[in-house]
Structures are given as C-alpha cells and as structure tokens.
C-alpha cells in the first residue's frame, strides 16, 4: 500500500485519515495515547492542542516525519495482543458456560445490541475476559460467588487494571444481577454505549 506524499510541517494535511476513519473507526483517544511515546514532547503538545480542539476531522492532523505516520497507521490498526497458549482456554470456557453467561449472551449475540459485534471468551494481553467488543473497546464480567473471596477479588483489580491501560474499559456484573436484575444490566450497557457515542460522535 502506498501512502501519500505528505508535506512536512505542522500545517500539512494528511488525506490517508480520511480512509482510515473509515474503515478502521480511529479515536481521538487512540491517537492521542499512541502518539505519547512516538513523538517527541513539542510535537505531542502540537498534537493535544489539535485534540483539545474536540472535532472529529482528521485531515486537520499532520505529522513532521513520513516513517512516523506509517508507524502510527501500523499502531492504530494492529490487533489486540494476546497468549496463543489461551486460544484452547478460551474454548473450552466458551463450551463450558455458567449460566448467567448463557442468559446475557442471549442479549449481546448477532449485533443485537445497538448493532455492536460482541465476542465470548476473548483472549487479551495474558487475559480472558467474559465478553468483548473491539469497537467500543468494552469488556464484560460475570462474576461469580468465587469473586467475593479477597484473593479473587484482587485478581480481578489487577485484570481490570491491565485492561484499563490498555484503553478498555470493564464493566463487572455478579451473577446474581445477571439472573434477577438482567433489565438493570442491559440498562448499564446502553448507558455506556450511549456515552461512548456521544463522545464519538462526528
């Protein structure tokens, strides 16, 4: 693939974002956190002002350095890391359902919710967790009885933590909420979803 010449300066316009906004849904977010140890300080603050701004036009972007843009182009559009060695874990897990997973997957399968594509059991970084959506960059828990023991509890700070750092959020849900509350888990769920879009709207 081929990219276009770009004119070097800060006041250059970089029309290979218009495709990228596109086809791979590129945030202000994720640029600005990618951007954080890829250039240098003047050039991050150039880059926070553009961001500060609040509109979602990528061409008023542009980059000092070609490599560097490709670099960026590579960062935003790669996939999220994970194990290979879970891809078997996260198998068996998904034939092996608890309950209150089986109960909420009946509402987030086949882009039922507000027509956003969720994944069961997905591997991340050294992590499973529950349910997956890479659009909005939210994961899902069913957290059982067992996550009410301390030592399981701070293994969940510390997942959530990691997932965090990784630019996704996390929202927990016990399986007591999911099997006699599911209206207020749905209702929670929307609500993200809605403060993500209004975040990201164009």
């Not at 027509?115 to 970084?125: A, E, L, S, T, V």
Request: aromatic share 14%.
């Amino acid at each position: 693939m081929r990219f276009p010449s770009i004119k070097r300066g800060v006041r250059g316009v970089c029309d290979v974002f218009d495709v990228l906004k596109v086809f791979y849904f590129i945030r202000f977010e994720a640029i600005n956190s990618i951007t954080y140890n890829l250039f240098s300080q003047e050039e991050n603050c150039l880059l926070k002002k553009k961001v500060g701004i609040g509109l979602y036009d990528l061409k008023s972007f542009s980059f000092i350095f070609e490599s560097k843009l490709i670099q960026l182009i590579q960062l935003v559009i790669m996939k999220i890391y994970y194990n290979p060695k879970l891809k078997i874990l996260a198998r068996q897990l998904r034939n092996n359902s608890t309950k209150s997973e089986i109960k909420l997957w009946t509402f987030l399968r086949r882009d039922q919710m507000y027509g956003y594509d969720f994944h069961r059991q997905k591997p991340i970084d050294e992590y499973i967790v529950d349910f997956f959506c890479n659009r909005l960059k939210l994961a899902i828990e069913c957290d059982g009885y067992s996550h009410e023991v301390l030592e399981v509890y701070e293994k969940d700070e510390l997942k959530t933590k990691r997932l965090n750092e990784l630019g996704i959020e996390v929202l927990r849900f016990s399986d007591y909420q999911i099997m006699n509350d599911i209206d207020n888990v749905l209702r929670a769920i929307e609500d993200y979803i809605i403060q993500f879009e209004n975040r990201h709207s164009i």
